[in-house]
């Protein structure tokens, strides 16, 4: 999957539009930091480091467009662009870790002396460099977690994996998806089951449409058929991604895949979460402080915009659910495999951040 969820054009954010995925490939086109926080709210593009990254060009497109002429009010209508954006969807930590990240940058530029109309070239550029770090730093993150992950695959095996944690979902390769596609490399002898995952269908429309790309096989399964499959002894391992994970290793990813994180525990089988250390949140103690993004109930009153409800049903609909770091095997991160108990193996790898010449192979 070479294609790039989010790019930079001209001054413009060009937004590769997931919704009409597989079917049609289409870039939006957004001129304004509403239209890209939008672009985030409605999904057109998703997964956890593909939203950090959108609101990291969101943010140095609503830079150019700041009209002030001292650092304050600058920063105060940065402030605001920056809120709006980190609102749009609160489970993934990766919109806010990016956001930060920027404003970082603001700062560092905001503080060198000299007069702020030359400051102002050198925040336009210096952010637009800083969005498209953290877009190629992704990527170079999710080919290292494929390295590591790979080793957890072994020749021939089955794997399950829920959502897309693929290409689409990063800044390219992907987590869940990046392992299997590591282990495709090294073996040529896996079979992935691909969970469709309602109400959105990213597995259906998105993980098959990449597994298709790279020619790796992979039977699509409804949700509740991952029960059946294990009990057949058709699944060898499970492997996710993740929108959040506390310091405890609990972990916030798609609704369902705590189901599937009970049923592997179930039938004996590893459970695996793939995530880059922006997905990590030190802060939080355990999964429980995770705020769980509650989305339209329409999405599961219909499928692809058709209603299959009656006309007075009602539904729930949380876009994700917490996996307790028990039902966890390990988690695969750039800076190596972790294991239990990972109040630990996150506290020693969050002291020790990869240095740019280690990322840079
Ligand atoms: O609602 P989505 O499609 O943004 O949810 C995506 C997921 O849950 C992914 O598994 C997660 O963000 C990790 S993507 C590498």
Same mark, same amino acid.
């Given at each position: 999957?070479?294609?790039?969820?989010?790019?930079?054009?001209?001054?413009?954010?060009?937004?590769?539009?997931?919704?009409?995925?597989?079917?049609?490939?289409?870039?939006?086109?957004?001129?304004?930091?509403?239209?890209? !926080?939008?672009?985030? $709210?409605?999904?057109?593009?998703? #997964? *956890?480091?593909?939203?950090?990254?959108?609101? &990291?060009? =969101?943010? %140095?497109?609503?830079?150019?467009?700041?009209?002030?002429?001292?650092?304050?009010?600058?920063?105060?209508?940065?402030?605001?662009?920056?809120?709006?954006?980190?609102?749009?969807?609160?489970?993934?930590?990766?919109?806010?870790?990016?956001?930060?990240?920027?404003?970082?940058?603001?700062?560092?530029?905001?503080?060198?002396?000299?007069?702020?109309?030359?400051?102002?070239?050198?925040?336009?550029?210096?952010?637009?460099?800083?969005?498209?770090?953290?877009?190629?730093?992704?990527?170079?993150?999710?080919?290292?977690? !494929?390295?590591?992950? $790979?080793?957890?695959?072994?020749? #021939? *095996?089955?794997?399950?994996?829920?959502?897309? &944690?693929? =290409?689409? %979902?990063?800044?390219?390769?992907?987590?869940?998806?990046?392992?299997?596609?590591?282990?495709?490399?090294?073996?040529?002898?896996?079979?992935?089951?691909?969970?469709?995952?309602?109400?959105?269908?990213?597995?259906?429309?998105?993980?098959?449409?990449?597994?298709?790309?790279?020619?790796?096989?992979?039977?699509?399964?409804?949700?509740?058929?991952?029960?059946?499959?294990?009990?057949?002894?058709?699944?060898?391992?499970?492997?996710?991604?993740?929108?959040?994970?506390?310091?405890?290793?609990?972990?916030?990813?798609?609704?369902?895949?705590?189901?599937?994180?009970?049923?592997?525990?179930?039938?004996?089988?590893?459970?695996?979460? &793939?995530?880059?250390?922006?997905?990590?949140?030190?802060?939080?103690?355990?999964?429980?402080?995770?705020?769980?993004?509650?989305?339209?109930?329409?999405?599961?009153?219909?499928?692809?915009?058709?209603?299959?409800?009656?006309?007075?049903?009602?539904?729930?609909?949380?876009?994700?659910?917490?996996?307790?770091?028990?039902?966890?095997?390990?988690?695969?991160?750039?800076?190596?495999?972790?294991?239990?108990?990972?109040?630990?193996?996150?506290?020693?790898?969050?002291?020790?951040?990869?240095?740019?010449?280690?990322?840079?192979?």
């Amino acid at each position: 999957m070479s294609l790039k969820v989010v790019r930079w054009h001209d001054g413009v954010v060009q937004m590769l539009d997931q919704r009409r995925l597989p079917g049609t490939v289409e870039y939006l086109e957004l001129q304004t930091v509403e239209e890209v !926080g939008e672009g985030i $709210a409605h999904m057109a593009v998703r #997964g *956890a480091p593909a939203i950090g990254i959108a609101a &990291a060009y =969101g943010i %140095a497109l609503a830079a150019r467009s700041i009209t002030a002429t001292t650092p304050d009010d600058w920063m105060e209508a940065f402030q605001k662009a920056k809120q709006g954006l980190a609102a749009t969807r609160p489970t993934a930590v990766n919109l806010v870790w990016a956001l930060d990240r920027m404003e970082a940058c603001a700062r560092r530029l905001l503080d060198r002396d000299g007069d702020f109309a030359n400051t102002r070239s050198l925040l336009d550029e210096g952010l637009l460099a800083e969005a498209r770090e953290i877009d190629e730093e992704d990527e170079w993150m999710c080919r290292r977690m !494929g390295d590591f992950g $790979a080793v957890l695959v072994p020749d #021939g *095996a089955s794997v399950l994996t829920h959502c897309n &944690a693929g =290409g689409l %979902a990063t800044g390219g390769y992907g987590t869940a998806v990046g392992v299997i596609r590591s282990a495709w490399t090294r073996h040529s002898n896996l079979h992935v089951y691909v969970d469709e995952t309602r109400p959105l269908l990213q597995g259906a429309r998105l993980t098959a449409w990449e597994l298709s790309q790279e020619k790796i096989p992979y039977t699509l399964i409804t949700d509740n058929m991952a029960g059946w499959f294990m009990r057949c002894k058709k699944i060898d391992l499970a492997v996710v991604g993740a929108d959040r994970v506390a310091s405890n290793g609990d972990v916030a990813n798609k609704i369902g895949t705590y189901s599937v994180a009970v049923l592997c525990h179930h039938h004996g089988i590893p459970f695996y979460v &793939a995530a880059p250390f922006s997905t990590v949140d030190m802060s939080l103690r355990s999964g429980e402080q995770i705020p769980i993004e509650q989305r339209n109930p329409n999405e599961v009153l219909a499928v692809q915009g058709n209603r299959v409800s009656p006309h007075d049903a009602r539904a729930a609909n949380p876009a994700f659910d917490v996996t307790p770091h028990e039902l966890i095997s390990a988690i695969i991160t750039e800076r190596g495999v972790l294991r239990p108990p990972f109040t630990e193996s996150l506290a020693t790898a969050a002291a020790h951040p990869l240095e740019r010449s280690e990322t840079a192979r």
